[in-house]
């Protein structure tokens, strides 16, 4: 990273404590007030008493509130990208969340108050919620504000780069620079896909180079984001272009064809600039953070549950030579390695003459190893991949480094899979199955590049009801 990224970052840490600050303050005041009201007016009226006392309870309660309303703003994402958020897209996610947060609150924790009329109930959540709604209001407000001051002062922002064909961008430049302008984006040169020729400019800015070279001026100049603009009869350059600026994390704009704008994909910005974001997650905040609490919540219950399966599966796989378990250097999420974590069903010197995918009738495979695979036995230990973050329950199966470089040479967008953390099952593996060659690996993909493009709890569903009826019908390898 930079050193102009490296202090974005720490910018935004700052901002991320000072937003957290406000919401435990907001949360405390709702609470106390809350307290306040129950202590004084409440239960007195109930039990005939001029005011009760306030007792031990009343600091756990009130970090309990303030731990499940910071915990629920991290959930939806109102703590991600606060530099780059819109002041109303804000307010609206926070009226939508609190609404919500309040109500379960008044489920579990005040419903069951001694009232003497229900017109308390009513009390209780207009104290509670209007403090905590508009305290936290006014905090995410003003340090809005405070960074739309910085942006417009410009002592924050953010190095941009154009990336396309010199005649479009020039006849977006004026849409550009209202971006830039709203944005907060300082635009830092141009490259052009048809390689570097001469010193041209382009929108009054210098020519850099062809976008090969575009890791080596992202890390110089810092760059965070970027505008891309190609003509139609150039999109094949559009996928690896992309693949590309995924893998620096940078945020993609780009301007959209016909096509584009006819398919709903493209929204204005602020200033009414038609410009279409290049998203490198597939879900948002919440669906991303609560399909990861699914996750750890069905891993740890899988694992408790299965113990007494686990353990037959481990005796029989022991009496085979070899150790019980199997552990293999995989690809996950961004690339990263971890290994994963299975059941042998192999003879223990099966890939002595280097990596060989397994077919149908591989003689490598033990007895007991075909059962295993039969009914996916053998994919059990990986519910502690799931635990431990390197796995999830659903996403594409992870690879070997050795086959992902030869599916990367053939088919460059498999370098998709990666935006995603791995899984135990798939959309490939329900309904395509297991791939014996470098082919059929292509075959699958297709498969997991459609589901990581429609991620959802539906289709997570959906792949989990598969995946038990052919573990059922035994129909793995």
């Not at 508009?134 to 995410?140: D, E, H």
């Not at 210098?206 to 992202?218: F, N």
């Not at 993609?252 to 490198?280: A, K, N, R």
């Not at 750890?296 to 019980?324: E, F, N």
Request: with cysteine.
């Amino acid at each position: 990273m930079s050193p102009r990224g490296s202090a974005l970052r720490a910018t935004e840490r700052r901002y991320t404590l000072a937003y957290l600050a406000g919401d435990v303050a907001a949360a405390g005041l709702a609470y106390t007030w809350l307290y306040s009201y129950r202590k004084g007016v409440v239960e007195p009226a109930r039990f005939g008493l001029e005011s009760l006392v306030w007792d031990d309870f009343y600091p756990w309660g009130l970090s309990i509130t303030a731990v499940l309303w910071v915990g629920t703003l991290g959930v939806v994402g109102l703590y991600q990208s606060l530099l780059r958020k819109s002041r109303l897209t804000e307010l609206s996610r926070l009226v939508q969340t609190w609404f919500f947060f309040v109500l379960a609150f008044f489920l579990l924790f005040l419903l069951d108050d001694y009232v003497k009329s229900y017109t308390a109930y009513w009390g209780t959540i207009k104290r509670f919620g209007g403090t905590l709604l508009g305290v936290s209001a006014l905090i995410r407000l003003a340090l809005g504000s405070h960074i739309r001051w910085r942006i417009n002062q410009g002592s924050l922002h953010f190095p941009t780069l154009l990336i396309g064909d010199r005649e479009l961008l020039e006849a977006h430049e004026h849409d550009i620079r209202r971006h830039a302008q709203s944005s907060g984006e300082v635009l830092a040169g141009w490259m052009s896909v048809h390689g570097k020729q001469g010193d041209t400019l382009c929108c009054g800015l210098p020519l850099l180079g062809s976008p090969k070279e575009i890791a080596s001026w992202a890390h110089r100049l810092g760059i965070e984001d970027v505008v891309v603009a190609l003509p139609q009869e150039e999109h094949q350059r559009l996928t690896p272009l992309l693949l590309d600026l995924e893998e620096l994390g940078v945020r993609i704009f780009m301007f959209p064809d016909t096509y584009g704008i006819l398919s709903g994909m493209v929204q204005l910005d602020e200033h009414g600039v038609p410009l279409m974001e290049w998203h490198h997650e597939p879900m948002d905040a919440w669906q991303r953070n609560s399909k990861r609490i699914a996750d750890v919540a069905l891993a740890a219950s899988a694992l408790v549950l299965l113990t007494p399966l686990m353990v037959v599966v481990a005796s029989g796989v022991a009496r085979t030579k070899g150790p019980v378990f199997f552990r293999q250097e995989r690809l996950g999420r961004q690339g990263k390695t971890f290994n994963i974590l299975k059941f042998r069903t192999m003879r223990s010197d099966a890939e002595t003459a280097g990596p060989q995918l397994s077919s149908e009738d591989d003689p490598r495979i033990t007895k007991v190893g075909r059962v295993l695979r039969k009914y996916r036995l053998d994919e059990i230990p990986q519910f502690w991949n799931v635990l431990v973050g390197d796995m999830s329950i659903v996403g594409p199966r992870p690879e070997r480094a050795f086959f992902a470089q030869q599916i990367i040479e053939r088919a460059p967008q498999y370098r998709h899979i990666y935006k995603v953390r791995p899984g135990i099952t798939s959309w490939g593996m329900v309904r395509f199955g297991y791939a014996s060659t470098v082919d059929e690996m292509i075959r699958r993909m297709e498969y997991d590049l459609l589901y990581i493009e429609n991620m959802s709890w539906r289709n997570d569903l959906k792949v989990l009801l598969y995946t038990v009826w052919t573990v059922l019908k035994g129909r793995g390898k």
